[in-house]
């Protein structure tokens, strides 16, 4: 554990900078580009033994080099956005890092939740079961409502997978994390295919799309839904280019109007050889087989080759999959406690903005009274 002053860190929501102290206290996760800890912060400035004089926390503060030549697209858009289901931001600052020759990092302090949905899923692996059906539903229903948001300002995660999206298994409340891929997209601009980690990656950025839609984040909700059910990843290729030939086996192989609506110029495997004598309803139901058939159906409309045919989050959200969470006589327990979970504060706090982003489907999404 190390303590140490720190002269400008700004607050996110007042945008006031001041001197604070950090605390560290342990480290809670690894990426491929930082580190990140827990930690409390202390105003430095007020008086001893004054009510301000306390440690707030615990943080989880997040150290990456800091961008020299252009600015940090994880800060700008955590600063951004303002979402009960995306982790907010509450602090920032440069600091040197004693462990790396003393190169300035960029410091973000967010808010800290408990656990992710990797560690949750794993945790009923290991006992040889699968999340209950109720907190698949929970947890899916408030990605779709964090993508809802970040989609409606073309914000396009970039790097959907259960490790990146936190959960507190008291209250069940989700929040998705790690915005250091994430990008604001602009119609018909390029943007590298190489991003989103393998298990997770749309078929479109497999084959080498460049012109991609926040629809990418869609195929990620499918898999993390479907891993869920699963408790592992559900296209688990061993290489980059089996990654494709993983989703072949449930699908076939892509149509040439997608591969040419993707990428023309792919040239790579397509794994056509594969025949079968079922229907992708069957496969679909063998693959997923502890889901009910509405979870079928949204799976089947979420991972689908084509972007332009694959849900948005507002139609998932609608879908009849989440009608038993919307209705008055819907109860839930907290993993922890026990204790009966707030659903509509939970699932249906919706913000006047979001409102109106759900257009015709606002009935459909709301709880039912
Ligand atoms: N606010 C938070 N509260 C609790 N844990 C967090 C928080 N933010 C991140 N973590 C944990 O730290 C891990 C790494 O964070 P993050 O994904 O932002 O870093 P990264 O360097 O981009 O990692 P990766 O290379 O795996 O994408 C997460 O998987 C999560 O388990």
Redesign the pocket.
């Known amino acids: 554990m190390s303590e140490y002053l720190v002269k400008d860190v700004t607050s996110n929501t007042s945008g006031i900078t001041r001197p604070m102290f950090v605390q560290e206290i342990t480290k ?7 580190t ?1 800890l827990q930690a409390n912060l202390k105003n430095a400035l007020s008086e001893p033994n004054s009510p301000q004089d306390i440690w707030i926390g615990p943080f ?1 503060i ?1 150290k ?1 080099p800091a961008q020299t030549e252009y600015k940090s697209r994880e800060l700008q858009i955590l600063k951004q956005t303002n979402h009960p289901n995306i ?1 907010a931001l509450k602090y920032y600052y440069n600091y040197p890092n004693k462990d790396d020759n003393n190169r300035i990092y960029q410091h973000l302090a ?4 408990p656990c ?1 949905l990797q560690s949750e899923i794993k945790r009923y692996y290991i006992n040889k079961s699968t999340l209950p059906e109720n907190h698949i539903k929970i947890f899916t229903f408030q990605i779709a409502r964090a993508m809802n948001y970040l989609h409606s300002f073309q914000i396009c995660h970039r ?1 959907i997978k259960p ?2 999206i ?1 959960i507190n298994p008291e209250n069940l409340l989700l929040k998705i ?2 915005f ?1 891929s994430a990008k604001v997209l602009e119609p018909n601009q390029p943007s590298v295919s190489y991003i989103c980690s393998r298990y997770y990656r749309a078929p479109e950025l497999i084959v080498g799309c460049c012109i991609y839609t926040t629809k990418i984040d869609i195929w990620g909700l499918g898999c993390v839904m479907g891993e869920m059910y699963m408790g592992k990843p559900v296209f688990q290729g061993q290489e980059p280019m089996l990654q494709l030939r993983e989703i072949t086996k449930l699908f076939g192989p892509p149509s040439d109007e997608f591969i040419y609506n993707s990428n023309p110029q792919y040239n790579g495997p397509l794994y056509s050889h594969k025949i079968y004598n079922s229907t992708i309803d069957v496969r679909f139901q063998k693959v997923f087989n502890n889901a009910n058939l509405d979870a079928i159906d949204l799976l089947m409309k979420v991972l689908v080759y084509s972007p332009i045919e694959r849900f948005n989050p507002s139609q998932i959200m609608s879908h009849k999959y989440f009608d038993e969470i919307k209705s008055v006589k819907f109860n839930v327990k907290s993993r922890l406690s026990n204790d009966p979970i707030k659903v509509d504060s939970l699932l249906f706090n919706f913000s006047d903005y979001e409102l109106k982003t759900f257009g015709k489907l606002i009935n459909d999404i709301l709880p039912r009274s």
């Open positions: 809670i996760g690894e990426g491929a580009f930082g990140v989880a997040k990456v982790v967010m808010e800290c939740l992710n790097d490790s990146n936190l994390c790690d250091g």
